[in-house]
């Protein structure tokens, strides 16, 4: 007789062909509240359990890059109410990382313009990418303000200020040079981009690496999204031809 897991899951994957960087559009936290006639707090802090238990998983499945949209530069157009509440679990979170990630190995870091976030969050994050420097398992990268036209704003602008005083030269300006600028300067593009809730739209994220990304959508709502989600998810991309513009 078979020993049955709790959890089975339909799909067997190749272990050898796990994607290395997956990137997470976590989306259908307030509809899964509204659901339950639950505020769209008590969303986004299921959000914030169901981000915890797949990191867990990605690091379990060998993937060495997890970036996660948390919060976009058009967010702060909620209402104040809503805008705190999820700074507080941000708070939170952190916080966590220390209790939790920090003895996993897991690195974490953020992308986004962070200065406009509280001062205290901003120093608390500066502690955890410093602490992650010393840490080589999953790296975990939250995207906080973030917005793919806004980095790449950032970018130029830097760029140009680097071209002005002479540090690089106009017309030695290559693709790498641009990547080189980005937020996501040190981490490969996502091989595989999730989103979840039914949406079928980038919403303004990683612009620039997503070039040659597979995506992968699902009407899960993010708080329901599990391991199971992940490998169909993951299956999905295995079973899918990557062709990079040749034939
Ligand atoms: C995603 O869930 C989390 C954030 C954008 C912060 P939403 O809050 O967008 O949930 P829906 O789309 O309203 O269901
Ligand atoms: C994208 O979701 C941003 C995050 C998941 C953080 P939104 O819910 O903000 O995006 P739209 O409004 O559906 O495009
Ligand atoms: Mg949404």
Redesign the pocket.
């Known amino acids: 007789m078979f020993f049955q897991p709790k959890e089975t899951s339909n799909y067997i994957l190749n272990p050898d062909n796990i994607p290395s960087h997956i990137a997470i559009?976590?989306?259908?936290?307030?509809?899964?509240?509204?659901k339950r006639a639950l505020p769209?707090k008590a969303?986004?802090k299921a959000?914030a359990e169901a981000l915890e238990r797949i990191i867990t998983d990605c690091r379990e499945l060998g993937v060495k890059h997890l970036t996660v949209?948390?919060?976009?530069t058009e967010?702060w157009k909620?209402s104040q109410e809503?805008v705190d509440a999820?700074m507080d679990l941000l708070r939170q979170y952190l916080k966590n990382y220390f209790k939790r990630f920090l003895k996993d190995d897991v690195r974490m870091d953020v992308i986004g313009d962070i200065t406009r976030l509280d001062q205290d969050i901003q120093e608390q994050i500066l502690e955890i990418e410093e602490l992650s420097r010393e840490k080589h398992g999953l790296a975990v990268h939250i995207a906080l303000n973030y917005g793919g036209r806004d980095e790449l704003r950032r970018a130029v602008k830097k760029l140009a200020e680097d071209v002005e005083q002479g540090a690089v030269k106009s017309e030695e300006i290559t693709e790498d040079t641009i990547a080189s600028y980005l937020d996501t300067a040190e981490i490969p593009d996502p091989e595989l981009v999730i989103r979840t809730?039914g949406?079928e739209r980038i919403s303004n994220f990683l612009l620039w690496q997503i070039a040659y990304s597979e995506f992968y959508f699902t009407d899960t709502?993010?708080p329901d999204f599990n391991k199971n989600s992940l490998t169909e998810a993951i299956y999905y991309y295995q079973n899918r031809e990557r062709r990079f513009g040749g034939r």
């Open positions: 559009i976590m989306d259908g936290n307030g509809r899964w509240a509204k769209r969303g986004h959000g949209y948390a919060f976009s967010n909620r809503e999820i809730s949406e709502l993010w």
